[in-house]
Nanobody, 124 residues
Framework: QVQLVESGGGLVQAGDSLRLSCAAS????????LGWFRQAPGKEREFVAAISWTGGITYAEDSVKGRFTISRDNAKNTVYLQMSSLKPEDTAIYYC?????????????????WGQGTQVTVSS
């Protein structure tokens, strides 16, 4: 079993930056593929970014490319989402997730474990 706990969300202004963290329990962290997803009010959960178990492969949704960066520190059992140039449309609850393999990292129904989410609100 893996438990994921997100932190770092908050209320910021457009153009600001935030770094989300997701700390994981469990011994197999370094073997998991990891992803960040978000869900805005009234919308479906959507893919944001993902990273392979080695950290050598990353993916990002088109609207966040060049603004958001995903990274991981396996020694700390933590995955990060560095967000810059934030926009009001980035407002959502952000969830981190872990899966046993590093394939199909864009698909939320492939993930085995989820955190409870952290709210990010970007004001204009």
């Amino acid at each position: 079993q893996v438990q994921l706990v997100e932190s770092g969300g908050g209320l910021v202004q457009a153009g600001d930056s935030l770094r989300l963290s997701c700390a994981a329990s469990g011994r197999a962290f370094s073997s998991f593929g990891l992803g960040w997803f978000r869900q805005a009010p009234g919308k479906e959960r959507e893919f944001v970014a993902a990273i392979s178990w080695t950290g050598g492969i990353t993916y990002a949704e088109d609207s966040v490319k060049g603004r958001f960066t995903i990274s991981r520190d396996n020694a700390k059992n933590t995955v990060y989402l560095q967000m810059s140039s934030l926009k009001p449309e980035d407002t959502a609850i952000y969830y981190c997730a872990a899966k046993y393999a590093s394939s199909r990292l864009r698909e939320y129904n492939e993930y085995n474990f989820w955190g409870q989410g952290t709210q990010v609100t970007v004001s204009s």
